[in-house]
């Protein structure tokens, strides 16, 4: 398609690069879009900015990020700093920072040993947890990446009850139902004016929209792998789902879980979020939640938020935003580990002016909690 | 063609617009993609089809998505009432005619061309507007996909229908739900914000002639500084149209308190956002700098 490479189309094959490390999505055949669309337009220094902010970012968070990419980049080609050094810099970076990281988002052991035991001493209640068998006998402190697939299985059954109130749209069945004239008739014309089959239809299950917004900072570290690893289940059984992370600020990670390997998808996460196991500021988070997603929302989605309520943002802000989220939605239901302790009462300041605002509130801290929550997901 | 023409064929037809509005429109033409637009309600994301179809003299062809839009409201459906009837009339009479029955009934007299379907058998290529594209289940969305990148569309009872022209296709999202990766893939991406203070102006002054001028910044000066403040609903340049034109109409010249307080109900749609406006009114016109009579 194109011929000659000159230098524009080395640099532009070489920003496509510099992109994609940024985590722009670009397909080799949006690069030749881009050099197609140089070879169009007057060749000033504006129109090529302008060309490439139209060809390259895909989505919002692109375009707001475009600008500064595109600055830095073409700064350090002014500067004579080749392209590739900037990059292998950023990337080395990056390697010297991932062990940290990598040590902080993988959970102690111990720790999350304890918390798969609920918190608690006796280790009876275990037993009588599930009545799923091959569950029951599996020692839940190995419940590992490896066990995704039986926590699937568990959440497959659960979100089948996510879809029941029937809506007042219809869909084809096979089986039951009652007659659809309509399709009958259309079907059977195909093959001539004789009716010969029977097109049945029955009310279609009002689906519910789940937000799930998970708290990853430092107070949650213990719980947030395995909330991360919760997600990534759910969004697999589940399709009208969007999640979220956050500890100082919101990301959304919908995309990044859609990995069919957990650990990839994990590394994904980890390495995408900034501040993970950093401080948290729930305000703000929710807030931009509210803000950027409120299109979203409607009266068939929950919004299920799992955080232990410890932060330093300031407490009016969380009760702001969750009235905002609350008007458009059919239920906030809040997570917090923490109340799986006996004794534990709502004081953290966040917490408090939380709880008046919320549709369930549970601990959510084993799976027998977490279950009797996702029942109580019904709109 | 290059972009000045575009951008002065855009103008002409009342759309004010800047380069980066027009560089999308333009290289979405040149480069035969779909141009997706997101952004706030009431920004003009629909009004660039309508604006372009006029501009190059083509028709506008709007598919409206909506929760449970299938392909019998988007490409093409049988009209089997009429299919009943001409089978009913051809029963009493003797037919001569050597033509099967079967294919007189399946052809293009009984067909009725959805939007897909009616866009791709254009001679001269339509803009295509698919219209608040997140509000259709995924399903379609796939489903588009196909069409978009085959351009032909497959009826078994005809055969494989190719399209004349590939028409320029417009997708709008107001983001009540992520597209898909695949979608956002075969597009150029569009953001189009609220417009800055001089474009809004501009907007009003066109679209609303007889506006007194000085009432027309205030107006203007008024909607900017409103969307900063925390509301539910933020207001579009739709709104701000209309209270041009309602003011206008009443052949006021400036804006006074009692003025605004009374007609808030054209700009803000929520009752929240009225109260909390109206408690912070006397603060907002200090920043806009009219100046209350009283």
């Known amino acids: ?379 | 063609m290059n972009l000045d023409t575009i951008k002065s064929l855009l103008q002409s037809q009342g759309y004010i617009t800047d380069e980066y509005v027009s560089m999308s429109v333009f290289l979405a033409m040149t480069l035969n993609k779909a141009l997706l637009i997101e952004g706030p309600a009431g920004v003009g994301k629909t009004e660039i089809a309508k604006v372009m179809a006029k501009a190059f003299d083509t028709n506008l062809i709007r598919l409206q998505c909506y929760e449970g839009l299938d392909s019998n409201h988007a490409i093409y459906e049988w009209n089997y009432q009429q299919q009943l009837l001409f089978l009913k009339m051809s029963e009493n009479q003797q037919l001569s005619n050597t033509n099967p029955l079967e294919s007189q009934l399946f052809s293009d007299k009984f067909l009725l061309k959805r939007p897909l379907l009616q866009a791709i058998s254009q001679e001269k290529a339509p803009v295509l507007l698919i219209d608040e594209m997140d509000r259709a289940d995924e399903e379609f969305e796939s489903f588009l996909l196909e069409i978009l990148s085959d351009w032909q569309i497959t009826i078994p009872e005809i055969g494989t229908i190719q399209a004349k022209s590939i028409p320029y296709v417009i997708i709008t999202g107001n983001r009540t739900r992520e597209l898909s990766e695949a979608l956002r893939r075969r597009c150029l991406y569009l953001w189009i914000d609220y417009p800055e203070f001089d474009k809004e102006l501009e907007i009003v002054k066109q679209k609303v002639p007889q506006i007194d001028t000085q009432l027309a910044v205030q107006i203007t000066k008024f909607m900017q500084h409103l969307r900063h403040e925390k509301l539910n609903k933020v207001p579009g340049i739709a709104e701000t149209l209309d209270w041009s034109t309602a003011l206008a109409a009443m052949h006021f010249d400036h804006l006074d308190k009692e003025l605004i307080e009374s007609t808030l109900g054209v700009i803000l749609k929520d009752w929240q956002d009225i109260r909390n406006t109206q408690l912070s009114l006397s603060e907002l016109m200090e920043k806009v700098g009219v100046t209350s009579r009283f």
Request: charge should be positive; proline fraction near 3%.
């Open chain 1, 1 to 379: 398609m194109l011929q000659r490479e000159t230098e524009i189309s080395a640099h532009i094959v070489a920003f496509s690069r510099y992109l994609r490390v940024k985590g722009f999505m670009v397909s080799p055949m949006r690069e030749s879009d881009a050099l197609l669309a140089l070879t169009h337009i007057e060749p000033t220094k504006q129109n090529f900015y302008l060309a490439l902010r139209c060809i390259f970012p895909q989505n919002f968070k692109n375009l707001r990020d475009f600008d500064a990419i595109f600055d830095k980049y073409w700064k350090e080609i002014e500067n004579g700093v080749d392209a590739k050094i900037a990059m292998a810099e950023e990337e080395s970076a990056k390697k010297k920072k991932k062990p940290v990281e990598k040590k902080q988002s993988a959970p102690a052991f111990e720790s999350l040993k304890n918390w798969l035991y609920g918190n608690k001493d006796k280790e009876e209640e275990l037993a009588a947890y599930s009545n799923n068998v091959s569950l029951e006998k599996k020692d839940f402190s190995a419940f590992t990446d490896d066990d995704l697939a039986e926590a699937e299985k568990l959440i497959k059954l659960i979100a089948r009850r996510l879809a029941q109130k029937p809506s007042r749209r219809f869909e084809p069945t096979r089986r039951g139902g009652v007659l659809d004239l309509r399709r009958t008739l259309q079907k059977n014309f195909r093959n001539g004016e004789e009716i010969l089959f029977l097109h049945h239809k029955k009310a279609k299950p009002t689906r519910v929209k789940l937000f799930l917004i998970c708290d990853v900072s430092k107070s949650m570290e213990i719980y947030s792998r395995f909330f991360v690893q919760f997600m990534y289940a759910f969004k697999k059984v589940y399709h009208r789902i969007e999640t979220y992370v956050f500890s100082t600020s919101l990301q959304r990670i919908s995309d990044e879980l859609n990995e069919s390997d957990f650990r990839t998808a994990l590394r994904k996460v980890s390495s995408t979020v900034p501040h993970w196991a950093g401080g948290t500021d729930i305000g703000q988070s929710l807030r931009r939640f509210a803000e950027n997603d409120c299109q979203q929302l409607d009266s068939k989605s929950i919004v299920l938020i799992i955080s232990d309520g410890l932060d330093m943002g300031k407490p009016e802000i969380v009760e702001e935003s969750l009235k905002a989220i609350k008007k458009r939605v059919n239920k906030i239901v809040w997570l917090n580990p923490l109340a799986g302790h006996t004794g534990y009462k709502p004081e953290a300041r966040t917490m408090k002016v939380a709880l008046p605002l919320l549709d369930v509130f549970s601990s959510g801290h084993n799976f027998e909690t977490l279950k009797e929550v996702i029942l109580k997901l019904k709109v």
